[in-house]
């Protein structure tokens, strides 16, 4: 099956990092939301998708495996990639990377969801994302 992934730089900032200058814990959550906009704006699965067909993607699960720290002014890389499921959710694997040497400091899975506006629990994918599916060539 074709896979979807995205990579994209990341600058650790002053303001992210705690006084030992290793990246504060907090800050990874929002490493990922970067890498999912990049992903969205990449392929069309986007937030704004989202917003024009009524739906919401709340996250229901995030998992991350910390391996080294990131300090303050490291540059490193952030990969995402979409993992294909029948069910109606939306998982991403991500690695948080150098680029020049492949040292990996964490890796991390998030599951989203569908609610509609009324903060239902959609159980079949919405007609938009099978739609999306197929133009990305998944089905």
């Known amino acids: ?36 906009e990049a992903f969205g704006e990449k392929y069309g699965l986007s937030y704004h998708l989202y917003i024009r067909e009524n739906t919401y993607a709340p996250l229901v699960e995030m998992k991350m495996n910390y ?16 993992r294909p499921c029948e069910a109606a959710k939306i998982v991403f694997d991500y690695e948080i990377f150098n680029p020049e040497n492949g040292d990996v400091y964490l890796s991390a899975r998030s599951t ?5 506006r009324n903060y239902q629990l959609l159980w079949f994918c919405p007609d938009f994302y099978t739609e999306w599916k197929k133009s990305v060539g998944l089905e």
């Open 112 to 116: 989203q969801v569908f609610m509609d």
């Open 1 to 36: 099956m074709k896979e979807l992934s995205v990579t994209k730089e990341l600058e650790i900032r002053f303001s992210e990092v705690d006084m030992m200058r290793v990246v504060w814990h907090g800050a990874y959550p929002l490493y990922l939301e970067d890498a999912r």
């Open 67 to 82: 391996k080294k720290p990131l300090m303050y002014g490291m540059k490193p890389s952030i990969r995402i990639t979409y």
